[in-house]
């Protein structure tokens, strides 16, 4: 019920900076967490960062802090991820996920219903 439009992908060179943007529309008011994910070409996708839309509380994978900033808007129904110190290894698909009901914050791909359709961001040496 809930759609997702990222944005604000690119190319950038190493250390770069890029700000990722998501759009939700439709049942927006159910959202609990919205969440990063990325994926490589021939890898897994993994959950890069997380905040709970109610109260603002983040998580992120170890590989992204102190790098990254996920944030909200919750009056634009946005979320944002900022990327700072751009890495190589930090190419891929991002996509933007959505929760809607559940306990904890994770960023488990398997426990968002959501996604949006990807920004591909690609960091060169």
């Known amino acids: 019920q809930v759609q997702l439009v990222e944005s604000g992908g690119g190319s950038v060179q190493t250390g770069g900076s890029l700000r990722l943007s998501c759009v939700a529309s439709?049942?927006?008011?159910?959202?609990?967490?919205v969440a990063w994910f990325r994926q490589a070409p021939g890898k897994e996708r993994e959950g890069v960062a997380v905040?709970?839309?109610?109260?603002?509380?983040?998580r992120y994978a170890d590989s992204v802090k102190g790098r990254f900033t996920i944030s909200r808007d919750n009056a634009k129904n946005t979320v944002y991820l900022q990327m700072n110190s751009l890495k190589p290894e930090d190419t891929g698909m991002y996509y933007c996920a959505a929760r809607t009901d559940g306990i904890a914050t994770s960023l488990a791909p398997y426990l968002y219903a959501s996604w949006g359709q990807g920004t591909q961001v690609t960091v060169s040496s």
């Open positions: 439709g049942y927006t008011s159910s959202n609990k967490w």
């Open positions: 905040i709970t839309i109610g109260g603002g509380s983040t």
